[in-house]
């Protein structure tokens, strides 16, 4: 009779823990110098990452993961210091990597900083349908926002897609 009592208060408890939900924060690094591996960020580019911590300031970023490179770490930089958190590091390629540490992220708020060629991979490797097909070369701004909900009854994936920080002059 007891274990009858105890079987909905069981229940509860496990859909309680398999609830949750994420955000994973996806932006290119900010403006660079050169095309070289060790490139720094311009002017612009640290100005860039100044904005995306003052955008991101309030959203509960627990996480904060880039690429091993300078640029990726100077744009993550502002934040990480802002809220006293480590920048994390993930391999560039394959971006299967990234977004299997990312799944392992139920319940945390991240923000990600990877490159032109990898931050809509990502996107849809967490199962969001960006609407470029491609970032553009000058392109810097793009601020991807994946919510991850996971329920009783499965995931569901939220993309919001926006722009931060000033235009820079070409």
């Keep these: 009779m007891k274990i009858c ?20 924060y996806v932006v290119r690094h900010a403006e660079k110098i050169n095309e070289t591996d060790s490139s720094g960020l311009t002017v612009a580019g640290l100005e860039r990452s100044l904005a995306l911590a003052n955008r991101l300031a309030d959203e509960e970023i627990s996480v904060i993961l880039t690429t ?7 744009t993550a930089g ?3 210091q802002q809220l006293n958190l480590p920048i994390e590091s993930y391999p560039a390629k ?3 990597a990234v977004v299997e540490q990312l799944e392992k992220a139920k319940g945390k708020n991240v923000l990600v ?13 967490l ?3 960006p609407t470029k097909e491609t970032i ?10 994946v919510t991850i909900k996971n329920g009783l009854f499965g995931q569901s994936v ?3 897609e926006e722009t931060y920080g000033k235009p820079t002059a070409p």
Excluded at 8 to 16: D, E, K
Excluded at 113 to 119: A, C, D, F, L, Q
């Design 5 to 24: 009592k105890l079987l909905p208060v069981l229940f509860l408890l496990i859909g309680l823990t398999a609830c949750s939900t994420s955000t994973v």
């Design 68 to 74: 091993p490179y300078r640029r990726t770490q100077q």
């Design 78 to 80: 502002p934040l990480a």
């Design 94 to 96: 394959p971006v299967s």
């Design 113 to 125: 900083v990877g490159h032109s060629n990898t931050i809509l991979e990502i996107v849809r490797g």
């Design 127 to 129: 199962g969001a349908k």
């Design 136 to 145: 553009a070369p000058g392109d810097y701004d793009n601020l991807l926002i």
């Design 158 to 160: 939220e993309l919001k």
